[in-house]
């Protein structure tokens, strides 16, 4: 008999964890779906390298997030045993790979915001949430650099590499915003020093973004209207079916160890 969902007590700073944490293991998993599948061997390794990354962020913040939460939960349990709704990633981190400008595109606008953010983060007054920032930091600012290159090559390089990076940011400019949005829940976190205001990574996030969108001689669409709800639990139809391959074992073997 598969293991019924479990609940989790979302104190704010439960939840807060929680979300940066779903942003890792979506994306982590995101990008493992390149293993064996990527352009060229070396990038294979690249993927793979970020994935675990992002995954090793996402288990160090569910372990705190159980910790704070004292209700028997652990990292598997948050990260196998919630439902769809109850994960609190971006809507960004779940969108399909797609091609693989439609993947360095999403790692660009993650990776351009996690930076700073994670560098902010290591000033944070919640001790456990400094230490993990100054790992992951580390982490990102590769990530950072990694993909910037690559959305350089496939901008400047052939028409069909430009046409490709250019559809890509289209498609997924709509999901930027998110980033930066704060609700009641975050505002608490961020007035008592724990958490980083994300509404002063914005502008050195359109920095970055705009200069290695320059210079891959690509651009960014002028639109403001931004798609939100992934923060609340609401999410696209992509969250559900990627769930049902990350928490398949799990519920199919539940309690199974190594």
């Not at 609401?234 to 799990?250: A, D, F, K, P």
């Amino acid at each position: 008999m598969a293991t019924p969902s479990i609940t989790v007590t979302e104190t704010p700073l439960v939840l807060y964890a929680l979300r940066r944490a779903d942003d890792g293991l979506i994306l982590g998993h995101r990008l493992s779906e390149w293993c064996g599948h990527a352009p060229m061997l070396e990038e294979d390794m690249a993927l793979s390298n970020i994935a675990l990354d992002l995954i090793g962020q996402a288990r160090a913040l569910y372990t705190y997030a159980a910790e704070v939460e004292g209700k028997n939960n652990d990292e598997d349990k948050l990260a196998y045993l919630r439902d769809v709704r109850q994960y609190r990633n971006l809507l960004l981190v779940e969108r399909p790979n797609g091609d693989f400008a439609q993947t360095m595109v999403r790692q660009l606008f993650y990776s351009s915001f996690a930076d700073p953010y994670w560098r902010g983060m290591m000033h944070s007054t919640d001790a456990t949430l400094a230490a993990i920032a100054a790992k992951s930091e580390k982490e990102s600012a590769y990530h950072l650099r990694h993909v910037s290159e690559w959305i350089i090559r496939l901008g400047d390089g052939t028409d069909e590499s430009h046409a490709r990076a250019q559809a890509a940011i289209d498609d997924l400019w709509a999901f930027t915003g998110e980033m930066f949005a704060v609700d009641d829940a975050e505002r608490s976190m961020i007035a008592s020093g724990v958490a980083v205001d994300p509404l002063t990574l914005k502008s050195p996030w359109m920095v970055t973004v705009s200069e290695v969108v320059r210079e891959a001689t690509l651009t960014l669409p002028e639109t403001d209207w931004m798609q939100q709800g992934g923060r609340d639990g609401r999410h696209s139809e992509h969250l559900g079916h990627l769930l049902s391959e990350l928490q398949h074992m799990q519920r199919s073997f539940p309690g199974a160890s190594w």
